[in-house]
């Protein structure tokens, strides 16, 4: 495909294909963000000359490949950007193709623009099996009026007629964290062309480079440990689970049917159930909703500087002091406890109705009679 | 954490009372974190330990996250709404104050069931 160049666009469009303020197509997708995962597509095409365009900053490690020019606009001036980067390839080659990003959609490039030097129109855009307008086209760098046009529509103009390219190739609309979760199962399913950065330890778990994973720990095929994570004692990943780079899990947690996004950590003892959870943020597929997280002790990130984790680990250490010191310290009700007790006691006053101690202290006794009744 | 002790300051009276029923209504609830699920296991502690219950009702969708990733939901009876909650002690009969009925009642005599 000599004479092609491609733009390729993240970003740009509706805050439901974010999250925690990033395009979806920047998040790690088994080892590989989306984007680079479409700039691998494109080069495996023969497509050399690539300009990535991001309305936010990656996580690191920078998108870096060869022959690929990466930058970043803020969001309002995202498309007069884009126009710019259009304007710079179309010198070099005879069309471009313009990828929004957005979807993931497994379009065969060589075949588009072969179809598109056939057809000698200007614009050639593909749809999927279902006949959904994907945003990939290939633009001829002659018809630079259609191209500014359809960048100033945000590639949604509908006034712009463009020739057809039928795409039977899997699509993933990423407009939901929800549809990225979707994206994992289906690439650990191999229904998506996307292969696990990581070898294959046992049958359906890769695990990436340097990753830590304690003897104590249960993987549960489909999973994916991404490099540089770090699983501890008793955690259970399960049911197509992702961790991506350097996230971490801490005792006893269970990570079921479930993304953890790259530099995420998730605290000891908890649950993350059909979630894509990490940078504070966690979306649950099955109530629908993004919760905002800030404690450390439940989703925190690998990524924070060495002193603040050391406070976090300090705040933790002092949760866990016996209540009466951390009465003591608080100087709540300035009672110390058995004079409270004595006082509750006496509320109580006939000695028949004092409760008793069996029943009283252990909330686990409590919970387990909770399941099997609501005595 | 200051919140969750200012919380827990304000709903301790409450707590210290025999017997107490409690309902938290959870729908206006936007952010909780560990020392908020704390303080709830706390109050859940305490109520018990009294021979009350503390239950929830219409936990907002933050809260239900929250409540599951700390396994802590189950722990709870929660209900849809704030008047389900309350309605579901009118039923309930401490232990304690059976045992104490079925010390009290003569021989023969069978306890009544409570509606």
Known sequence: MSGVCALVLAGGHAECERFAGLPLALFDVLGRSVLMRTLDRLRASGVRQVAALSDAEPLPPPPTAAGCRFSVAPRDCFWSEAWQQFRQLSRQAESVFVIRLGAWAEVNYAAMAKQHARLGGAMLRAYSRRGEALDVLVVSSDGRSEAAALLRGELRDERITAAPHRSSGYVNRLDTPASLRLLTLDALAGEAEIAPMGSEMRPGVWVGRGARIHRGARVIAPAFIGAGCTVHRGVVVTRGSALEHHSEVDCGSVIDNSTLLPYSRIGAGLDVEQAVAGMRVMHSSRLNTTVEIDDPRLVGSTAEPLPRRAMNLLTGIFALLPEALWELVAGAHGQSLPAREAKAKATIGDPALTPLESQADSCGEMAATRRYGNE | MKQARSFLS??????????????????????????????????????????????????????????????????????????????????????????????????????????
């Open chain 2, 10 to 115: 304000e709903v301790r009276p409450l707590i210290e009372r025999d017997r107490p029923q409690l309902v938290f209504d959870l729908s206006q609830l936007r952010r909780i974190d560990s020392a908020g699920i704390e303080a709830l296991l706390f109050c859940m502690k305490e109520a018990a330990r009294r021979d009350g219950d503390l239950k929830l009702a219409a936990p907002s969708a933050e809260a239900q996250v929250v409540l599951e990733l700390t396994r802590t939901g189950r722990l709870f009876e929660i209900y849809a709404s704030p008047a389900e909650a309350v309605r579901s002690f009118s039923g309930y009969l401490p232990n304690m104050v059976r045992q104490f009925h079925r010390r009290a009642a003569p021989e023969g005599v069978k306890e009544k069931k409570a509606s």
